[in-house]
């Protein structure tokens, strides 16, 4: 495909423009100014149109195929959110203007929608308060951790590791290693999870904390969670829940009440916006009352009036984590989800999504190797069976033959705790016809990577690019080569 650049032909226009009769004022200084005019591609409507349609259709994404990619899945999207966050009274709303005086009617609306989003995460985690600003689920992490270190410097803790299983999404030793700390693995055991008697032979006095990806990479929820957590307790450590997932347990348990002190949630996993690409995320971070005062600024508050206005006066916060508000089109998105599904609607977020983990799970289990052969949450992780592998069927080769059946690959090779691992997450938002005709394409697949061998080392083919060197198409990215 050509790119938009190599379609151009000067002085080609998809729109054409009066002159301009009104004199030029332009109050740039002139050696800022271009001479030249920017190279940018000169196309017609139907030119610009074309070439975008085609791009779109050579992408995979949920729009157009099911997607169980484990973990960092889109989970349920809907467009009325999207069609909401649009609106221009909050899509055209200026960061700058005044909370109250004379701008004040057009901001209090969008100040509402972060206070009540506040009070709902509250209620669904059991937490005391919250922050929006963070723009990820990574950078939840990070505000979470620096809000811990904060927390230890006060009461003049001497605290220097954070312990983390090796069941833990790979974003929590780097987000604690980038505040500061030293991260410990705690291996986790036969059953897939971290037990108490391995957990104590790491507690000791030095223990800021310990950060629990729950449910873990294998989908399991951790059956000690009251034990680990009053340990950590015990050496004035505090616990991180790692909730991007919560469409695990959201309506059904609350991370605050099992004994977390800190929590966030990627909103663009669980609460309606989609994930990946690096497009806009959310990651709410949530506190107990005893780290309250550390939230960054500024806080959303209401007034006695029943108006909202941002807090600012909060002197032992760790400051701002993202200009603003954060991606506040994201927290709106949420808002919107929460206000449409309800208390009974999440609730049944969380028991589809687990249904459905188990549905395929309990499909796949003669099929491939389970990675822990036990109920799961809302992901289930599988291997290749031991006859793919002699046939030089990997997870990858199993990956890129579900593309060639018009299915998104699950996430392959992590978690790292589980070789070849193919790991599955349909989400709640599927439907039987979906998942059945995703398990007959696992089968099939199975099927001839056990007969033969080498039975996919060419797939797929059928998309526009096949099997590119990875490595060097990281490295050595060149977009023309499509
Ligand atoms: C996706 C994910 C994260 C990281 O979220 P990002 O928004 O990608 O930074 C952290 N923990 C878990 C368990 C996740 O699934």
Same mark, same amino acid.
């Given at each position: ?265 990627? @909103? ?7 994930? #990946?690409?690096?497009? &806009?995320?959310? +990651?709410?971070? %949530? =506190?107990?009352? !005893? ?18 206005? @941002? ?7 760790? #400051?701002?984590?993202? &200009?603003?508000? +954060?991606?506040? %089109? =994201?927290?709106? !998105? ?149």
């Amino acid at each position: 495909m050509k790119l938009v650049f190599e379609k151009s032909i000067p002085h080609r226009r998809a729109v054409r423009t009066v002159e301009s009769d009104v004199p030029e004022t332009i109050n740039i200084e002139k050696s800022l100014l271009r001479d030249k005019c920017p190279n940018l591609p000169e196309l017609s409507e139907l030119d610009v149109v074309r070439h975008f349609t085609e791009l779109s259709r050579m992408n995979f994404g949920v729009d157009t195929n099911f997607y169980p990619l484990g973990s960092c899945t889109m989970k349920y999207n809907p467009k009325v959110t999207e069609r909401i966050a649009s609106y221009p009274g909050f899509a055209h709303l200026h960061p700058l203007l005044p909370q109250l005086r004379m701008g004040g009617m057009l901001t209090q609306g969008a100040l509402g929608v972060i206070y009540e989003m506040d009070m709902f995460l509250r209620e669904t985690t059991g937490m005391d308060g919250f922050t929006m600003q963070p723009m990820a689920g990574a950078h939840g992490e990070l505000t979470g951790i620096m809000i811990i270190a904060a927390y230890h410097k006060d009461k003049g803790n001497k605290k220097k590791t954070i312990l983390i299983p090796d069941s833990a999404h790979g974003t929590n030793p780097a987000s604690a290693a980038i505040a500061g700390y030293d991260v410990i693995a705690v291996p986790s055991n036969d059953e897939g999870v971290m037990d108490v008697d391995t957990l104590k032979a790491y507690i000791n006095d030095e223990v800021a904390g310990l950060m629990l990806t729950c449910p873990n990479t294998l989908g399991l929820f951790n059956p000690h969670i009251k034990e680990i957590c009053d340990l950590i307790h015990s050496v004035d450590g505090l616990v991180y829940y790692d909730g991007a997932n919560l469409n695990a347990i959201v309506g059904k348990a609350r991370p605050g009440d099992f004994g977390f002190d800190v929590v966030h949630l990627n @909103l663009h996993k669980t609460f309606a916006t989609p994930h #990946g690409g690096g497009g &806009p995320g959310a +990651g709410p971070v %949530g =506190v107990k009352q !005893k780290l309250v005062d550390y939230l960054p600024i500024s806080v959303v508050v209401k007034r006695n009036d029943g108006t909202y206005a @941002l807090d600012y006066d909060r002197p032992k916060s760790i #400051g701002y984590m993202a &200009p603003f508000y +954060g991606n506040f %089109g =994201v927290v709106l !998105k949420a808002y919107v989800y929460a206000l449409m599904l309800g208390k009974e609607g999440l609730k049944r977020v969380a028991e589809n999504a687990v249904l459905n983990a188990n549905y395929i799970r309990a499909k796949l289990n003669d099929h491939y190797t389970p990675a822990v052969d036990k109920v799961c949450m809302h992901e289930c992780v599988f291997s290749p069976t031991q006859k793919m592998l002699d046939n030089d069927t990997h997870a990858f080769d199993i990956a890129k033959a579900l593309i060639d059946a018009g299915f998104h690959p699950p996430t392959v090779y992590f978690p790292t705790i589980v070789k070849e691992a193919l790991m599955i997450e349909p989400t709640e938002c599927e439907s039987k016809e979906t998942l059945d005709a995703f398990i007959d394409a696992m089968i099939e697949i199975a099927k001839t990577a056990e007969a033969k061998l080498h039975a996919f080392s060419n797939a797929p083919v059928s998309t526009p690019v096949s099997r590119p060197n990875e490595t060097a198409a990281a490295k050595n990215l060149n977009i023309a080569c499509l």
